[in-house]
């Protein structure tokens, strides 16, 4: 017990003295998606209303068993607006110990098509606000004034860009560049460069489909350099079975925390069901459970007769 305490303790006090650096921005929250390969909406604006509208929640429970430890959810909705437009927007609510992680964000993008070719550029506009809550008297003193002023929490305005495309329906690419304008809400202190890390978010992955064969193969890398965070790539590999019904897949982290997650997933007509596990090889693996996370995802643009299962305007 008394090293959960400690570790509970250390997680605080990182939050803290991360709160200190470049205007007290705690760190981008775009990190925690360990499923971003499959709905890139989360991590790209550019990808927004670039296929069926759609309904998302996710749910991410890090460490799990450890008290204190990372939880976030998040719901999303992203559709075609017509004019080659795309809308979307997001809510997300992320606890990490005292740490309480609050972001809105809304936006669109243009989609330019060609016979071989889509590609979206979007922006977003985004407000964070970073706070401290539920911080016990048993591991700090709530009478210092540092942490006095991470109680009443920091906001920010940020403005972010990116670009996602699909080369004949296979190759796919996408680069975002997290909070490239940011502003803090609460002083005079504006966005700048000063203390400042400049992200990005690169996306590839390729779509190969089996000859003679309803199963598909996807491999894809994400590579992160985010805000406060240790550079990381994700390497993926994402499997569909039975005319993409069943989904199967596993993701290896180089960097950062160096986790292997397992996927399985499955589609019900317009419903998909995502869960994947996460396991760490750092020492801390050995206080929790590992690290889980549940997607719902509703894609509303109905292109069949539900009940006829025949392409609407289409041959029959």
């Known amino acids: 017990m008394i090293k959960k305490n400690i570790l509970l303790l250390c997680l605080f006090l990182i939050a803290c003295a991360n709160g200190i650096q470049a205007q007290e921005r705690y760190f981008d929250e775009r990190y925690t998606y360990t499923q971003a390969y499959l709905y890139p909406v ?45 809308f979307g927007a997001l809510l997300l609510s992320d606890s990490n110990g005292a740490l309480e992680t609050t972001k809105g964000q809304l936006s669109v993008s243009y989609n330019i098509k060609s016979q071989t070719n889509k590609l979206g550029i979007g922006i ?20 210092d004034q540092l942490i006095l002023d991470r109680l009443g ?9 990116g670009v996602y495309g699909e080369y004949q329906n296979k190759f796919k690419y996408g680069l975002t560049l997290p909070a490239l304008i940011s502003s803090k809400l609460d002083d005079n ?24 064969s309803d199963v598909s193969i996807e491999p894809s890398i994400i590579i992160k350099k985010l805000m406060f965070v240790p550079t990381h790539v994700d390497l993926n590999l994402k499997a569909n079975f039975l005319d993409n019904k069943l989904t199967g897949g596993f993701t290896y ?5 160096k986790r292997l997650g397992f996927l399985i997933g499955t589609a019900i007509r317009n419903l998909n069901l ?32 539900p009940m006829l299962n025949i392409p609407m305007g289409g041959d029959k």
């Open 274 to 305: 995502y869960y994947s596990y996460n396991v760490s090889s750092h020492e801390f693996q050995q206080y929790n459970n590992g690290s889980h996370d549940i997607t719902v995802r509703l894609n509303l643009s109905r292109k069949s007769d």
């Open 253 to 257: 982290q180089v960097g950062a925390e």
């Open 189 to 212: 202190n504006s966005g700048g460069s000063d203390g400042r890390e400049l992200g990005l978010i690169l996306h590839l992955g390729y779509l190969h489909q089996l000859t003679d």
């Open 42 to 86: 989360v991590i790209n604006p550019g990808a927004s209303g670039f296929g069926d509208s759609q309904l998302l929640f996710n749910y991410r429970n890090k460490w799990s068993t450890f008290p204190g430890t990372p939880k976030t959810l998040t719901l999303s909705y992203n559709g075609d607006v017509g004019n080659n437009l795309g």
């Open 124 to 143: 977003s506009t985004e407000f964070i606000q970073h706070q401290l809550d539920n911080v016990g008297q048993e591991l700090v003193n709530l009478t």
């Open 153 to 161: 929490g920091s906001g920010f305005f940020d403005v972010s860009f």
